[in-house]
Nanobody
Framework: QVQLVESGGGLVQAGDSLRLSCVGS????????MGWFRQAPGKEREFVAA????????VYEDSVKGRFTISRGHAKDTVYLQMNSLKPEDTAVYFC????????????????WGKGTLVTVSS
């Protein structure tokens, strides 16, 4: 099993930046892909960004390209999401995910999840 804990959420104004962090524990050596999804009020959870184990492959949802950057920690059990130029529509609970393989996260989810951290962007 893998446990994930997110941190870094908060209330910011439009145009501000936030950095989310996620630390894994347990069987982290089995983790290949890590990423971030988000769920806005009244909506389904959606893909935001993912990164493979080496960090050389990253994928982003179109609306965050150029504003968000995903990165992997040196120990490979951590993942970060640098969010710049935040917009009110970025308001959501952000979930960290970990996967034992690499998949197309536009259409599927990951194997393990954190409990989420709330990001609120005011206009």
């Amino acid at each position: 099993q893998v446990q994930l804990v997110e941190s870094g959420g908060g209330l910011v104004q439009a145009g501000d930046s936030l950095r989310l962090s996620c630390v894994g524990s347990g069987r982290t050596l089995s983790i290949y892909g890590m990423g971030w999804f988000r769920q806005a009020p009244g909506k389904e959870r959606e893909f935001v960004a993912a990164i493979n184990r080496s960090g050389r492959l990253t994928v982003y949802e179109d609306s965050v390209k150029g504003r968000f950057t995903i990165s992997r920690g040196h120990a490979k059990d951590t993942v970060y999401l640098q969010m710049n130029s935040l917009k009110p529509e970025d308001t959501a609970v952000y979930f960290c995910g970990a996967d034992l393989r690499w998949r197309d996260y536009r259409y599927t989810e990951m194997d393990y999840w954190g409990k989420g951290t709330l990001v609120t962007v005011s206009s």
